[in-house]
């Protein structure tokens, strides 16, 4: 197809929840990296000009997604034409890669590249506060995905800035194939009592920001099965992380040769995936 733009998936390595809302939202701190480069991890969103607008989806983790109004990459589209005040007809056509209810943040990347790919197309000259206006109204991590590169999220993650990089350690991630949903995780945190608020900024300094996921505990208070993967990371050397409202953990090692020697030892578990980042 004529256009191409790549939709990685991210890593929180640090998520705070700090209260929650009035309008039910949660306020959060977070520290998140854009896995741009894990190949195997990235969506692709393929775009060409026809008549009418319509999205095809394929790809190992592209079963049982809908291609309907539904699909955050059609209502990204839809945002962009009231944005431009005219139809863009187009086929859409994306390649799934990045596991959904995982916690990597796979859909709201596909609307985030839906928003760059449409305006390379159409030649929309949106600059980037117009793009981030329209992310923030499709979903909360849908604009970190704008800014790319290690992003400081607040606010209900939509407000975000960019940081200098964080060098990521050696870092496995984990499929469990269980499919989490993020809202019941979110109202779980008021069956497993909320952490005690601790903004980043009182967090002793140092170059990295702490591994730390505020939603672990309602996560494995919804999903008990989570914590047999979380402890198959920490039997193989590894400091496990879970990812966003999961699915998925991470897990950080001392090396490269112990993450590698741990790749090697849970792959052989039938029903997980295992990826290198
Ligand atoms: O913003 P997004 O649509 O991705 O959020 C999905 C759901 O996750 C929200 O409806 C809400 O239940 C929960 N959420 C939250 N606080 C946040 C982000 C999401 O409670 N900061």
């Known amino acids: 197809m004529e256009f191409t733009v790549q939709a990685p998936a991210k890593l929180n390595r640090f998520l705070a929840v700090l209260g929650r809302r009035a309008d039910g939202f949660h306020e959060l701190e977070l520290v998140t990296t854009v896995l741009e480069g894990v190949l195997d991890l990235t969506d692709t969103l393929e775009g060409e000009p026809a008549s009418a607008l319509s999205l095809a989806i394929s790809g190992p983790t592209g079963a049982g997604l809908v291609a309907d109004a539904s699909n955050l990459v059609i209502k990204a589209w839809r945002l962009l034409e009231e944005a431009a005040k005219r139809p863009l007809p187009a086929h859409l056509h994306l390649e799934k890669r990045?596991?959904?209810?995982?916690?990597?943040?796979?859909?709201?990347s596909d609307a985030a590249a839906a928003l760059r790919l449409g305006n390379r197309m159409f030649d929309l000259?949106?600059?980037?506060?117009?793009?981030?206006?329209?992310a923030a109204r499709l979903g909360s991590d849908v604009p970190l995905f704008l800014l790319g590169g290690t992003v400081l999220g607040l606010g209900r993650g939509e407000r975000v800035f960019p940081l200098r990089p964080v060098p990521l350690e050696p870092i496995l991630l984990v499929h469990p194939g269980l499919h989490l949903s993020t809202p019941s995780v979110y109202r779980a945190l008021q069956d497993v009592g909320y952490p005690f608020p601790e903004a980043l900024a009182s967090q002793p300094g140092g170059a990295a920001p702490p591994w730390r996921n505020d939603l672990t505990g309602a996560a494995l208070w919804v999903c008990p099965p989570l914590a047999e993967v979380r402890d198959a990371l920490r039997d193989s050397g590894g400091e496990p992380l879970l990812c966003g409202s999961g699915s998925c953990w991470a897990a950080r090692y001392a090396s490269v040769q112990a993450r590698d020697m741990a790749a090697e030892q849970l792959s052989g578990h039938s029903g997980w995936g295992v990826w290198h980042v």
């Open 125 to 134: 000259g949106l600059g980037e506060d117009k793009l981030l206006g329209l």
């Open 98 to 108: 990045i596991p959904h209810g995982a916690g990597l943040g796979g859909g709201s």
